[in-house]
């Protein structure tokens, strides 16, 4: 194993074990079912993604290792990352806290929709990784970039957010909260604001891109946006 691949698992160990302690601390429990259950998701789909790029391309594990403020370049890119995990750990958070105060009352059924949802919108990101290598955690033109117009990115041009935001969006409803997605419309803004500046540097630095988004009309969500 590499010292890159000992980092980037000792990161998912980081992340699993702050999602846990946060989770059931919040909670005050560990019979909190919905939570081992979305928990158990988010373990598996980081572990699957982990491995698959670490196998895959050790380049792309590097450069979506390479992530924060200050990896990026532009002051609204730095703001943009230095926020951008507030709402998701305060997703967690009230949504938690809603289990202990008894606040939502979320069907199983929905909690069970809520699960399939989260490992969908992982799923969609996956497939944006297996698309396309250059998917940088940084906004960036590779030596060698070229436009993909494959797998995911034939639908939308930026299918890596769009399961992003699907995942976020039904995390809350995983965990049997309907308060937690008071979160959600933040972390919405945080992601468009990137998407849409990382549209413009595309569209001025790689090359073949204004012929891409005459071709891919739609940024997230076929027929919406």
């Known amino acids: 194993m590499t010292d890159l691949e000992k980092q980037a698992w000792r990161q998912v160990v980081v992340a699993s074990v702050a999602s846990w302690a946060l989770i059931f601390a919040a909670s005050g429990t560990l019979t909190y079912w919905q939570g081992w259950a979305y928990w158990g998701a988010f373990l598996v789909c980081t572990v699957w993604t982990t491995w698959f790029i670490a196998r895959r391309s050790p380049e792309l594990l590097a450069r979506r290792m390479k992530s924060g403020p200050k990896a990026e370049t532009e002051r609204a ?26 606040w939502s009352h979320v069907p199983p059924a929905a909690v069970a929709a809520g699960l399939v949802f989260t490992v969908v919108g992982y799923a969609v990101v996956y497939a944006a990784m297996r698309a396309n290598v250059f998917a940088s955690a940084t906004i960036e033109v590779l030596p060698g970039q070229h436009v993909v117009s494959t797998g995911p990115y034939a639908a939308v041009r930026h299918p890596m957010y ?13 965990m049997g909260s309907w308060w937690g997605l008071t979160l959600f419309p933040p972390i919405a803004v945080l992601i468009v604001w990137r998407l ?3 549209e413009r540097f595309l569209t001025r630095n ?5 012929a891409y988004r005459e071709k891919v009309r739609w940024r997230l969500l076929p027929g919406v946006f």
């Open 162 to 174: 769009s399961g992003a935001l699907l995942m976020l969006l039904a995390t809350p409803v995983a």
């Open 196 to 198: 849409v500046l990382e």
């Open 77 to 102: 890119q730095k703001i943009i990352q230095a926020f951008a995990g507030v709402p998701f750990y305060g997703m967690l958070l009230v949504s938690a806290v809603d289990h202990r105060l008894g």
């Open 206 to 210: 790689l090359s073949g891109y204004v």
